[in-house]
T-cell receptor, first 114, second 110 residues
Framework: DAEITQSPRHKITETGRQVTLACHQT?????MFWYRQDLGHGLRLIHY???????NKGEVSDGYSVSRSNTEDLPLTLESAASSQTSVYFC?????????????FGPGTRLTVL | SQQGEEDPQALSIQEGENATMNCSYK?????LQWYRQNSGRGLVHLIL?????REKHSGRLRVTLDTSKKSSSLLITASRAADTASYFC??????????FGKGTRLSVIA
């Protein structure tokens, strides 16, 4: 069955380290998204991609980067982890740009920055 | 900043009762979507209502949309303990990504 996976599911790192969170989907969806979820803030968009080699900044992109070298994967990199980046991170995908698209979410990665 | 704002932030009801959650938004939309999130899990799409629709049903779910008031409501009828979750509205403006609200935490007590 097609699915969207995230790894690792849990990660503890230290301030200043580079961290990469993986997201892999097998639906062949064009669109992929990264969100962070924090108490009191709901879901906030970090970066998104509408296809291979396309990346766009979201609402809270500072300190994060993404690259899209194939359809299936959109890794999220924290260049120099900060305690403010402690959060739960969700990856999502959807079939195409435009209206009437539901998003399919991964199970999330809980990141703790000490 | 968030487009949709859910109300109430938290809701606690008895099993069998109906649960109503509201969502208000600020700008014009093409459609509005509702998602559910069980504790420790990713979001799951529940229902989508287009801007030219006023009401939509799916099983025990009923969604209304009032574009003149920029608001939507999600009604869950005959709630069950398994409905305990957080519920999010998300607005779709067209060629921009969905914008999610902060969610309503629903607790259904058996």
């Amino acid at each position: 069955d097609a699915e969207i996976t995230q790894s690792p599911r849990h990660k503890i790192t230290e301030t200043g380290r580079q961290v990469t969170l993986a997201c892999h989907q097998t639906w062949n969806h064009n669109n992929m998204f990264w969100y962070r979820q924090d108490l009191g803030h709901g879901l906030r968009l970090i970066h998104y991609s509408y296809g291979v080699h396309d990346t766009n900044k979201g609402e809270v992109s500072d300190g994060y980067s993404v690259s899209r070298s194939n359809t299936e994967d959109l890794p999220l990199t924290l260049e120099s982890a900060a305690s403010s980046q402690t959060s739960v991170y969700f990856c999502a995908s959807s079939p195409r740009t435009g209206s009437y698209n539901e998003q399919f979410f991964g199970p999330g990665t809980r990141l703790t920055v000490l | 900043s968030q487009q949709g704002e859910e109300d109430p932030q938290a809701l606690s009801i008895q099993e069998g009762e109906n649960a109503t959650m509201n969502c208000s938004y600020k700008t014009s939309i093409n459609n509005l979507q509702w998602y559910r999130q069980n504790s420790g899990r990713g979001l799951v799409h529940l229902i989508l209502i287009r801007s030219n629709e006023r009401e939509k049903h799916s099983g025990r779910l009923r969604v209304t949309l009032d574009t003149s008031k920029k608001s939507s409501s999600l009604l869950i009828t005959a709630s069950r303990a398994a409905d305990t979750a957080s519920y999010f509205c998300a607005t779709d403006g067209g060629n921009t990504p969905l914008v999610f609200g902060k969610g309503t935490r629903l607790s259904v007590i058996a």
